[in-house]
């Protein structure tokens, strides 16, 4: 059963920066490759009937997920009736998230998205239309089945285990839109907030709700109801991505694929990286180690951060010792190839300061990688800008589900044009990574 609130444990390691993340669902659009469009231009998306993708495990390859007839029109027509009961009964609210800019005192208009929050206990009224929430539920109960079987990790112990735990009603009027964002980041990103809830977001979904809706460079003249507010993606396509070993992906690492004869670049190759927050790094105080001090309280281990990506070969990454200084990579994962030393907020090569941007933040990691042609084609999860970009546009029709993975997808929504948008959307949650056994001895 979905919550509203998640529950915390009380822990925290060291953090990178502290801005908070805005985690409300966008609309995607992405922009595909490097032949057929820019990433710095709108004007040639792929659209949802072009780019279709009937392979749910795709989403672990950075894509999307599209499900045309997820619901039938009399389950979508439901849920519309429903949405109207709660807009009369007061049930929503401005989500003071649509067209935000940096400095917008967060004043409220004719504009702004509104949302309603689906609890167990929201206020049921004409249950002919509420009781669509539980069946909406159920349906989603086994699309998580499905999710947790195709989106584990292959030669795996563990599966992937998700909750549905997020989930709400959404109108958006004429003029509404919402900005480029990411659903779910890395808990080194999240300053002191970072480590303190049980789960995170880890696959975002939508399910649209409206009929005769015209996409934005629609001209056919027919009558429709609204038009615009499309969900816009950017993509890249790369190995398996998101998570590993429960570490969160923080960027990519491009590979050029060269034409031999004329040497000009004919596609891209991504890797997925990750950061793994949990090194065990032996404790140095004042140049003695733990069993050489004096300093009370002082613990034998320290966690620090390194940079991996999943190898597509057999080699996997030795434990390395620099003189007595001693650390351990953890090797699960036979395949995982350690691209960085440790490094933490004391590291010579991190930046000083806090509250880094996203892109910002990007850069520091890339500082860490220890070879120059890894700091040069290292990108973060939201830049955009770099080429090998999908560029997706998914118009809202009436019972199309979308679903992405919330880590590595920056998403926006288009300018709704007219109508209004109706959706409902949330987020399947993971379990956030357990603290090793090592921590805090």
């Known amino acids: 059963m979905w919550s509203e609130s998640i529950p915390t444990a009380a822990a925290t390691l ?4 502290s801005y908070s993340s805005n985690r409300r669902f966008q609309q995607v659009t992405t922009h595909s490759g490097l032949t057929r ?35 039938t029109p ?53 249950r002919q239309y509420s009781s669509m929430r539980l069946l909406l539920e159920e349906k989603l109960e086994d699309l ?37 964002h990411q659903d779910e980041r890395h808990e080194e990103t ?23 809706w015209a996409s934005h460079d629609d001209d056919s003249g027919a009558l429709m109801t609204g038009s615009g507010g499309e969900l ?7 190995g398996w991505c998101g998570s590993s070993d429960g570490n969160l992906q923080v960027g990519w690492l491009r590979k050029d ?22 090194v065990k790094v032996e404790t140095c105080v004042g ?19 390194a940079l991996y990506r999943i190898n597509k070969g057999n080699r996997s990454t030795e434990m390395r010792r620099n003189g007595r200084a001693g650390y351990e990579f953890h090797r699960q994962d036979p395949q995982r190839e350690y691209l960085s030393q440790p490094f933490g907020p004391d590291s010579p090569t991190w930046p000083s300061q806090l509250n880094l941007e996203p892109l910002e933040f990007a850069k520091a990691l890339a500082l860490q990688l220890s070879n120059k042609e890894f700091r040069d084609n290292f990108i973060g999860t939201e830049d955009i800008s770099a080429p090998g970009i999908d560029i997706i546009d998914v118009s809202p029709y009436a019972g199309t589900l979308v679903l992405f993975d919330s880590v590595v997808v920056p998403h926006e929504v288009l300018e709704v044009k007219g109508g209004q948008r109706l959706a409902v959307a949330g987020w399947f949650h993971e379990d956030q990574q357990a603290f090793p056994d090592w921590y805090g001895t």
């Open 14 to 17: 060291f953090s990178f920066v």
């Open 37 to 71: 469009c820019s990433t710095s231009s709108s004007s040639c998306p792929i659209s949802a009937s072009e780019n279709t993708n009937d392979d749910i495990s795709q989403i672990r390859r950075g894509q999307l997920y599209i499900e045309h007839d997820f619901l």
């Open 74 to 126: 009399p389950e979508v027509q439901a849920l519309r009736d429903d949405i109207a009961q709660l807009r009369r009964a007061d049930k929503f609210q401005p989500s003071g998230l649509s067209n935000r800019v940096k400095g917008d005192p967060n004043l409220f208009g004719k504009s702004d998205r509104l949302t309603c929050t689906i609890t167990t206990d929201l206020w049921e009224g004409n």
């Open 144 to 180: 998580k089945s499905n999710l947790e079987l195709l989106l584990s990790p292959p030669k795996h112990n563990g599966g992937l285990e998700l909750h549905l735990a997020e989930m709400y009603y959404s109108i958006s009027p004429k003029g509404s839109c919402l900005p480029r």
């Open 190 to 212: 999240k300053g002191d907030k970072g480590w303190i809830n049980d789960t995170r977001r880890s696959i975002s979904w939508i399910l649209y709700l409206n009929d005769n």
């Open 232 to 238: 816009r993606a950017f993509c890249r396509n790369g």
């Open 257 to 278: 694929n060269i034409n031999a004869t004329n040497q000009h670049v004919l596609d891209f190759e991504f890797d997925p990286i990750f950061l793994d927050s949990w």
């Open 287 to 305: 140049g003695k180690y733990h069993e050489e001090s004096d300093e009370n309280g002082a613990t034998k281990w320290r966690p620090m951060s």
